[in-house]
């Protein structure tokens, strides 16, 4: 029987070539895209769901009580771990894991010589981490390999890079950047690629212990995590009150502010207050908003479907009345439609498919994401749930509506489009197609302009034609640095130099405590600390308020803060700050304030300006700044390669542009309305290739009507207006609908940033202006050829 219903079905569709084209074209592109983004969203709701014990595995991070609320921090201090396994013995597992971001790793050969030098991503671990998390090994023992210092493990893919075969790496050496000589003890298999942990180089955790803040418990290392695997039954809610208690144990009393929180491993992908080692996270609002945006657009061609089925019924009135005239009842019509509507709906998924499958590449290389298409059982189940859905939501309507002629009516050929399936039905999906559709343009427009705010705002600070060049830390590096900087400022190309631990705006930099003036007790907040030599605020052309530059020197004699400081202590007059005492570290490095700078961004604009204060503090400087002539740029950077060649020849050279680092803070906003881009551009694309169909259908319907005007005497102008004014209402009314909608989502997206865009009126105005010339252009074709036909021809036609 239904066998029956398909041939008759394919039948059908083969009579009315136009109609399953169109409605396919918008199925297809509307599935792809919602294909596309169930690609996505299963690729980053994966992240580390493969290891064994997930449920159980926890964060412990760090949190600071500040007067605007709670901050967040994915690191630890030193002793947490040690600690915990003391007071909490029933813990399972507790292990520490410290990174350092492009360190260079030299391979030794046999005679003990350096024979290759990489830039990596170096881990320091315990061997208990290994027991938390599921990283196989392809070699050696996850329990003893790195319970030595100087032992290291490695991914199979490093241990291929570096060697050619990772059997033969195992028991050969590398040298790490703090010149430690390691012996590879175990190969790993390659991490996965859906993991924040993206493991290559793991170190023993012995060798990146520091004496000195071994026992500090009032850092917290954003480097260094600490990790617990909890009993199986013991519950997450007690050991996380325990942890209160444990904090105020330890804890001096005058750190009251400062504790831990538990952070499921569940979670770490999808905060961004905590952060994680890959340097991304992917909010659960941003998964909600894609699904919704993926559910819009499938709704968007269903609707198309429906539109353009409802408008073709007048051509099938006919066709129902001797159907139910030799017996047919409404359940088969029903059935018999829906098979029709099963099949358009089977072929749009086919070519959905291989859509996706084509664009996926340009997809991936947006995003920088891996996302494959694989024949796996969540795709074939998301196919089959989208072919059942759009089937339904496409068909059930149009399916009752056609069913439902009456057959004496239908055989008169009394209907026209404006009785099959009730024209104000069809106005309702227009305008909600069309809102849809302009809500996604008005998102987008304030997408970009937001990323172009970014991208031109004023940071407080010169950073045009700025290089970076992170300095090696070996045994020599005080007295190469002098020369390096001395040999830098010789070169015709270079304006300015300055040695520094960060640059002006960083990702890593230093939030610490400091008493002010003398007082007893803490200030109520913490400041940024930037050590940096005096030439600093020339190279970064930073205008003073009030003082100067502190004197140069090797170590502090004195610190310069900015205006947010200023505010934050108190003062009105920036004047009245200078000769203050700033103490940090219990009195470790304590001098008066010798100058105030303008604020400036010290992080991405998504976050508030911070109180920043700047010292000298040679030892802590590890990053190059230099000025360049843009004119000579090619001859500048070739020289300064040079110098370094010269003055490290054991180390890799690289730099960095500062444009492009600043640009590196908004990466995934800009991927994102990339993306939000294509999703409003396919939004207008189906909703107008429906208006497109609706129209040929209605141009076909008013054949007759558009004769008769024409030998009244109506013009080609008038017969146009006559097409389009309709959905030119319909098109206004989904924009007042939209532009509401539209600026609440998007004023709410705006205040995750600190600074920010106004959305303006001109905003809205391109909206309306853009849709209605669209969809002008799209019911302009069909309106035209209907005005300029032969009247004579058209009075003609049945």
Partial sequence: MFKNYLKTAWKN????????????????????????????????????????????IYRVAGAVQTPHGMSYSMGSGYPVAEALLIDYPQLEKVARIYDRTNRQVTVMNNTGNPQEKFKEHIFYAEPEFFDIFHFPFLAGDARTALSEPNTVVLTQATAEKYFGDWHAAIGQFIKNGNDQVCKITGILKNTPVNTDFPLQVVISFKNARQEDI????????????????????????????????????????????QGYVLQP???????????????????????????????????????????????????????????????????????????????????????????????????????????????????????????????LLSGFYPAIVLSGFNPITALKSKFTTRTAGGLSMRKVLVVFQFTIAQTLIIGTLIVVSQMNFFQHAAMGFDKDAIITVPLPFDTARL??????????LQQAGVKNVTMSAFSPIDIAHWDSDFRFD???????????????????????????VAGKPYQPADTVNGFVVNEMMVKKLG????????????????????????????????????????????????????????????????????????????????????????????????????????????????A??????????????MAVQRTKEVGIRKVLGASVLHIIYLFSKEFTLLIGVAFLIAAPLAYYVMHQWLQNFAFRIHIGMEIFLLTIVVAEMIAWLTVGYQAVKAAVANPVKSLKAE
């Fill in 13 to 56: 569709l083969r009579c009315h070539t136009s109609y399953v084209v169109i409605n396919t074209i918008g199925l297809a592109v509307g599935i792809a895209a919602c294909l596309l983004i169930f690609l996505l969203i299963q690729y980053e709701t994966s992240f580390d769901n493969f290891h064994h014990n997930k449920e159980r």
């Fill in 518 to 544: 003398n007082e007893t007790g803490k200030a109520g907040f913490n400041t940024e600390l930037i050590w940096a030599d005096a030439d600093y605020f020339k190279t970064y052309d930073m205008p003073f």
């Fill in 214 to 257: 071994s026992t500090d418990w009032t850092g917290q290392d954003g480097s260094l995590n600490t990790f617990v695997l909890l009993p199986q039954h013991m519950p997450v809610q007690q050991f996380a009150n325990d942890l209160t208690a444990f904090v105020k144990r330890h804890m001096p009393a005058e750190y009251a502010n």
């Fill in 684 to 697: 207008i694309f189906i909703s107008c290739l429906g208006l497109y169909g609706f129209v040929s259908f």
């Fill in 479 to 488: 007295t190469k640095m002098d020369r390096f900087k001395t040999q830098l």
């Fill in 571 to 682: 003062f009105k007059n920036p004047e009245d700050i200078l000769g203050k005492k700033l103490n940090f570290w219990d009195g470790n490095i304590a001098a008066p304030v010798v100058g105030v700078v303008k604020n400036f961004n010290s992080s991405s604009l998504d976050k508030e300006m911070s109180p920043v204060v700047l010292g000298s503090h040679k030892m802590l400087c590890g990053l190059t700044n230099i000025k360049i002539e843009p004119k000579q740029a090619r001859q500048t950077l070739a020289a300064i390669e040079k110098i370094w060649n010269g003055i490290y020849p054991d180390f890799m050279y690289e730099y960095q542009f500062l444009d492009d680092k600043i640009a590196g803070f908004y990466q995934q906003e800009n991927q994102l309305s990339q993306l939000y881009k294509i999703f409003a551009g396919i």
């Fill in 265 to 391: 491993l569940n979670n770490i992908h999808y905060e961004q207050e905590f952060g994680t080692y890959r340097g991304t996270t992917f909010s659960k609002k941003l998964i909600t908003a894609l699904s919704s945006i993926g559910l819009f657009l499938l709704i968007i061609a269903c609707i198309n479907f429906i539109n353009l089925s409802t408008a073709q019924a007048v051509n099938r009135a006919k066709e129902v009345g001797i159907r139910k005239v030799l017996g047919g009842s409404k359940q088969q019509l029903i059935v018999q439609f829906l098979s029709e509507t099963l099949l358009i709906t089977l072929i749009s998924v086919i070519v959905a498919i291989a859509l996706a499958w084509m664009v996926l590449p340009l997809l991936n290389h947006l995003l920088q994401a891996p996302l494959a298409m694989h024949f796996s059982l969540p795709l074939i189940g998301f196919s089959a749930a989208v072919t059942v859905v759009v089937t």
